[in-house]
């Protein structure tokens, strides 16, 4: 992929468009960038590499971008594999490389290779700088903006914010030139640095402070143009704040008629002047897609078949990731069904009740098997509440 940053600093990195799901978890139908750049200036210094399912093509763009030259600094501000796997093969290509990151890095590398680190580091805290000649990188920590080690890295010629895995997105930058930002930055966020929130304000803030032209993050596509666009998003995001007025409807239904239930409860949440509904099904849809829209909305409302003495697992699992992923302060309504004993409400609102500032939304609506005529007007009155 030909991507163009600017005469001194290249894009290296490489689409992986075969990974089945990405981190293991995530469905990924247009793939995945892992983005590696190269600055070269009178030092060459490399920001990151690449998953070793890309490496041999890395090493080509690398090796073309050096143009004969080496490689003198590799600054390491994620570890993680997606972006860490080849930092063995570079040590390999240049053993006298520098290894630039910060006192967690280097506590951590020795975890995942095994190469000598003796000689080869420089240690960087925040607000320290590395002179390439005209180049100069100031780190900036970012601890917890995905894992304990991250840093990222601020160029003040050019003014890049080098952003680790922060601003990045979804899908091969091949396969999304015309793919709107936001749907698939929005499920990256939340499924994946969405536990984060708080670090992420305290980067913002630290970001705040720099005069930025360009977001060169480790997946998607390099920002250049509204970058108030991309930070008010992030601001939004990291700090719960509803996005957008809606409803999301996610449901756990077993023969589909607690489906037919949440539909329903859909439709009459239209005809009452819902701005915006969503119906999900939690047990054929991507579920991280769901988490986003849960985030995304101010309000859910969440409809589970009974199940071993609690709720259908797919609605189960979600719960569990909202509450892993830090979902808070929003109102929820429930809607349960049994066909003797209905456990599926109270195992929700448990698991529900214990996310900060969630206002569980009265009634809590039981049907036994299938929605019938006498059901509608409990709908009709959690419709109304939740409006
Ligand atoms: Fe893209 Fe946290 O690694």
């Given at each position: 992929m030909n991507v163009t940053i600017s005469d001194a600093v290249k894009y290296i990195g490489v689409d992986d468009t075969t990974i089945d799901l990405f981190e293991s978890q995530y469905v990924v139908p247009e793939g995945v960038s892992y983005n590696s750049y190269v600055i070269l200036d009178e030092k060459v210094a490399l920001m990151d590499t690449v998953d070793k399912r890309g490496m041999e093509e890395w090493e080509k763009n690398l090796m073309a971008a050096l143009d004969g030259r080496k490689v003198d600094y590799l600054v390491v501000q994620?570890?993680?594999?997606?972006?860490?796997?080849?930092?063995?093969?570079?040590?390999?290509?240049?053993?006298?490389?520098?290894l630039v990151g910060n006192a967690k890095t280097f506590q951590m590398m020795p975890q995942f290779f095994d190469f000598d680190l003796e000689g080869r580091t420089k240690v960087v805290a925040e607000g320290d700088t590395l002179s390439l000649g005209e180049h100069t990188l100031t780190f900036v920590m970012a601890p917890m903006v995905h894992w304990p080690e991250v840093m990222v890295s601020y160029e003040s010629k050019e003014k890049i914010l080098f952003s680790a895995d922060g601003f990045g997105k979804f899908g091969a930058l091949s396969l999304t030139e015309e793919d709107d930002w936001a749907c698939e930055a929005r499920r990256y966020y939340f499924n994946i640095v969405g536990k984060y929130g708080a670090p992420v304000q305290t980067l913002l803030k630290k970001a705040a402070g720099l005069d930025i032209a360009m977001i060169c993050p480790l997946h998607g596509p390099i920002l250049k143009e509204d970058l108030?666009?991309?930070?008010?998003?992030?601001?939004?995001?990291?700090?719960?704040?509803p996005e957008d007025k809606g409803i999301l409807i996610a449901y756990a239904s077993i023969h589909g008629n607690t489906g037919a239930a949440a539909e329903?409860?859909?439709?009459?949440?239209?005809?009452?002047?819902?701005?915006?509904?969503?119906?999900?099904?939690?047990?054929?849809?991507?579920?991280?897609?769901?988490?986003?829209?849960?985030?995304?909305?101010?309000?859910?409302?969440?409809?589970?078949?009974?199940?071993?003495?609690?709720?259908?697992?797919?609605?189960?699992?979600?719960?569990?990731?909202?509450?892993?992923?830090?979902?808070?302060?929003?109102?929820?309504?429930i809607l349960e069904n049994g066909s003797w004993a209905p456990t599926a409400a109270r195992t929700m609102k448990g698991l529900l009740e214990n996310m900060k500032g969630v206002e569980i939304v009265e009634p809590v609506v039981t049907i036994k098997s299938t929605l019938k005529e006498e059901d509608l007007p409990a709908l009709e009155k959690l419709a109304e509440a939740m409006l």
């Amino acid at each position: 992929m030909n991507v163009t940053i600017s005469d001194a600093v290249k894009y290296i990195g490489v689409d992986d468009t075969t990974i089945d799901l990405f981190e293991s978890q995530y469905v990924v139908p247009e793939g995945v960038s892992y983005n590696s750049y190269v600055i070269l200036d009178e030092k060459v210094a490399l920001m990151d590499t690449v998953d070793k399912r890309g490496m041999e093509e890395w090493e080509k763009n690398l090796m073309a971008a050096l143009d004969g030259r080496k490689v003198d600094y590799l600054v390491v501000q994620h570890l993680e594999p997606d972006h860490a796997g080849s930092i063995a093969r570079l040590v390999e290509l240049f053993p006298e490389v520098t290894l630039v990151g910060n006192a967690k890095t280097f506590q951590m590398m020795p975890q995942f290779f095994d190469f000598d680190l003796e000689g080869r580091t420089k240690v960087v805290a925040e607000g320290d700088t590395l002179s390439l000649g005209e180049h100069t990188l100031t780190f900036v920590m970012a601890p917890m903006v995905h894992w304990p080690e991250v840093m990222v890295s601020y160029e003040s010629k050019e003014k890049i914010l080098f952003s680790a895995d922060g601003f990045g997105k979804f899908g091969a930058l091949s396969l999304t030139e015309e793919d709107d930002w936001a749907c698939e930055a929005r499920r990256y966020y939340f499924n994946i640095v969405g536990k984060y929130g708080a670090p992420v304000q305290t980067l913002l803030k630290k970001a705040a402070g720099l005069d930025i032209a360009m977001i060169c993050p480790l997946h998607g596509p390099i920002l250049k143009e509204d970058l108030g666009y991309y930070i008010d998003k992030y601001n939004t995001w990291s700090s719960y704040a509803p996005e957008d007025k809606g409803i999301l409807i996610a449901y756990a239904s077993i023969h589909g008629n607690t489906g037919a239930a949440a539909e329903k409860l859909g439709d009459i949440l239209r005809d009452k002047g819902a701005e915006k509904v969503v119906v999900s099904d939690l047990a054929r849809e991507d579920m991280a897609e769901v988490i986003e829209d849960a985030f995304r909305y101010d309000r859910m409302i969440v409809c589970g078949a009974s199940y071993d003495g609690g709720v259908f697992p797919c609605m189960q699992d979600f719960l569990h990731h909202l509450q892993a992923k830090a979902y808070q302060k929003r109102k929820v309504g429930i809607l349960e069904n049994g066909s003797w004993a209905p456990t599926a409400a109270r195992t929700m609102k448990g698991l529900l009740e214990n996310m900060k500032g969630v206002e569980i939304v009265e009634p809590v609506v039981t049907i036994k098997s299938t929605l019938k005529e006498e059901d509608l007007p409990a709908l009709e009155k959690l419709a109304e509440a939740m409006l």
